[in-house]
């Protein structure tokens, strides 16, 4: 492979910016005039206080009783969070580090940002006095290093730090964190942020001759430790550690698809979209979450920058399956497998089980809870195609180990919770209370109903794979597993224009431009029409 892109100056946002990316560090190169910005962020670096442990009160019981006499209060009080100690955040977030800024000076003018993505080096054109020189960046994909080299002919700028205090500091303040403390030394620049709960962060920028090198590491010793990357990494030199970043990238790329599309733009969402799938989910690296190692340092990351699994990290994963890249899967599955006993916990205060399995839909990287959204708790969804994805992992591998000691128990746990949700309607099974991810969640008295698409086409799959595993590992299968295959229909339908159309679910028709259109899954990506 060899393809290189472009990005013109000015890009005077961060989230304009060329991106580089190990798994768990990540850097956003910016900047107008003669300042070159470089954004830091880490994927996991949290702020684990604050959410939800299921409780006794959120049962499916209680939950289906205040659906159906319509008492929103009674949800959201199920729903939310313990009160606020003073000092304490609602929920876990991942939080913003900072940027570095160097200034070429006033007479420099940035120009052109070049990314090669066969080697993850990007290069940085500016002029001075009409004379064009090129600064190069690249990330040490096995550490929270970023390097970057400086051409002779130009003045080393002295880097500039700007944490992200200086934009989130008041609220960050109201949650019990301290101003970080600045390094300004003559050989390393930077400062280093405690957590309240968690061990600190540092960030370092240290100079090496006409090299440059920044860090963000996380420890109890993290300042020492930072030095200490950085010294690794530069003991080669910029030289060096664009070497070893070639050969991870080259090795990445000989194991992707080559994908040649007669249309410039389809062929850089192609070939940019998998090189930050390498970024965003190295298998050395800790999980995709909703922006990976890509901060902003601007503001609290939306969303927490959670993992939401009712459709966001599935979504995230995909390439992983059609790319040829399954180890990337790994991280994932091993964090879900490590979250076992808070599934187990889940599904016995939803339904009373001791066997069952139950993902709430956005969690931290411990599966606490994030948020008092009780559709998202009530979505089995999110589990159901966690299973799917272990499944067609297996399909993909053959890995008959896999399968045995993770994928098989996990569907048999998902399911387990599925059948305890079902309720016989004369010969037939229904879901008497269900919803379709995040559809008309602004009134919750019209955000549920009866059998919705999404949930059936979720239940189907599950047991088409629950029986092919079963077949495969040379089990009995569960027999009420048959019944409900037979006895559940796969999509709920409603007189439409031109005849039966899929419904959200019972009587409900989609209304408005959605951004899940989850009532087509049973189309694609569960295949179960």
């Known amino acids: ?56 009160a959120m049962s499916y019981a209680n939950i289906r009783a205040a659906l159906e006499a319509g008492d929103e209060r009674r949800l959201w009080e199920l729903f939310s969070a313990p009160a606020n100690a003073e000092g304490e955040p609602k929920y876990p977030s991942i939080l913003p580090i900072g940027r570095f800024e160097l200034d070429f000076g006033p007479d420099a003018v940035l120009t052109k940002g070049t990314l090669h993505l066969d080697d993850g080096v990007a290069e940085v054109k500016l002029t001075v006095h009409g004379r064009s020189h090129t600064v190069r960046l690249a990330m040490d994909m096995d550490a929270p290093v970023l390097g970057i080299a400086c051409p002779k002919e130009l003045a080393m700028p002295v880097p500039r730090g700007v944490p992200a205090w200086e934009y989130v500091g008041e609220y960050l303040a109201s949650i019990a964190f301290s101003a970080p403390h600045v390094i300004n030394e003559d050989d390393c620049r930077g400062w280093v942020q405690a957590r309240p709960a968690d061990p600190p962060l540092c960030v370092a920028a240290q100079a090496r001759g006409r090299e440059l090198y920044l860090a963000a590491v996380i420890g109890e010793e993290a300042a020492p430790a930072a030095r200490a990357e950085i010294a690794a990494a530069a003991a080669d030199g910029f030289h060096g550690l664009r070497t070893r970043a070639r050969a991870w990238w080259n090795a990445y790329w000989t194991t992707v698809p080559a994908v040649e599309i007669p249309n410039a733009r389809l062929q850089f969402l192609y070939d940019y979209g998998m090189y930050k799938f390498a970024g965003l989910t190295n298998p050395a690296g800790v999980p995709a979450t909703l922006q990976g190692p890509w901060i902003e340092e601007y503001q609290m990351p939306p969303w927490s920058s959670d993992y939401h699994f009712n459709i966001n990290v599935q ?58 959204f009780w559709g998202g708790s009530l979505d089995h969804g999110c589990t159901a195609w966690v299973a799917q994805m272990m499944y067609r992992y297996y399909r993909y591998t053959m890995d008959d180990a896999f399968l045995r000691h993770t994928a098989y128990p996990f569907m048999v746990g998902a399911m387990r919770v599925y059948a305890g949700m079902l309720e016989r309607d004369g010969e037939a099974y229904s879901l008497p209370v269900s919803v379709s991810p995040e559809y008309l969640t602004k009134d919750t008295r019209s955000a549920w109903g009866r059998n919705a698409s999404f949930q059936l086409a979720c239940v189907h799959r599950l047991l088409e794979d629950l029986g092919d595993a079963a077949a495969v590992l040379g089990l009995a299968p569960d027999p009420q597993w048959a019944e409900i295959q037979r006895r559940l229909p796969t999509a709920c339908l409603i007189a439409g224009d031109g005849g039966e159309q899929l419904a959200i679910w019972e009587g409900v028709e989609l209304e408005e431009s959605h951004r899940h259109h989850s009532h087509l899954a049973g189309i694609t990506p569960f295949d179960v029409l």
């Not at 916990?345 to 709430?360: C, I, K, S, T």
């Open 1 to 56: 492979m060899s393809h290189s892109y472009d990005w013109h100056f000015p890009l005077p946002r961060t989230h304009t910016g060329m991106l580089l990316g190990n798994g768990v560090f990540g850097a956003m190169i910016w900047g107008e005039g003669g300042v070159l910005r470089v954004t830091l962020g880490r994927a996991d670096l949290w702020d684990h206080r604050g959410g939800i442990r299921w409780h006794a």
């Open 315 to 372: 979504m995230c994963y995909w390439p992983a399956y059609h790319g040829n890249r399954l180890e990337n899967l790994k991280p994932l599955f091993a964090m879900i497998e490590s979250w076992t006993e808070t599934l187990r916990h889940n599904a016995r205060v939803f339904l009373g089980l001791e066997d069952g399995r139950m993902l709430p839909h956005a969690v931290d990287d411990r599966c606490t809870c994030i948020g008092g």
